[in-house]
C-alpha cells in the first residue's frame, strides 16, 4: 500500500531503528516508548489488523509471534516478562492501519491495562 508507514519503514522509504529481520518480518523500535523495550513487530506483507493477519491463514501470524518472541530474547526481556499485544481496530488504539504486534518490557506491567 503506497500511502501505508509501515510498508514505507519495509520498503526502507523511512528509516527504521531495526532491531530483528526475517524473510517475512520486521521488527523496529517505536518511536514513542512506553516501555524500557518497546519494539514493533510487523509482517511485511500488508494485512490492516490482527483479524486480517488471522484471515490470510498461512502460517504468517505464527512468524509474526515467534519473531516478538525472538525479539524479547534479544532484548533481554524474555525471563523477567514481557507483554505482546495487538490492537485492532481504532477504538482499541490502532492508529496505522498496519498490524503490528508491541513487545514490550522491561519494567512492571500493570494489569489492566490503559
Known sequence: ???????????????????????????????????PTHVLVIPKEHHADAAALAEADDG???????????VAVQEGVAEGGYRVVFNTGAGAGQTVFHVHAHILGGRGLTWPPG
Not at 503506497?2 to 530483528?20: G, T
Not at 504468517?60 to 525472538?70: F, G, P, R, S
Open 1 to 35: 500500500m503506497s500511502d501505508c508507514l509501515f510498508c514505507k519503514i519495509v520498503a526502507k522509504e523511512i528509516p527504521a531503528e531495526i532491531v530483528y529481520e526475517t524473510g517475512r518480518t520486521l521488527a523496529f523500535r517505536d518511536i514513542n516508548p512506553q516501555a
Open 60 to 70: 504468517l501470524a505464527d512468524e509474526v509471534l515467534k519473531a516478538a518472541h525472538a
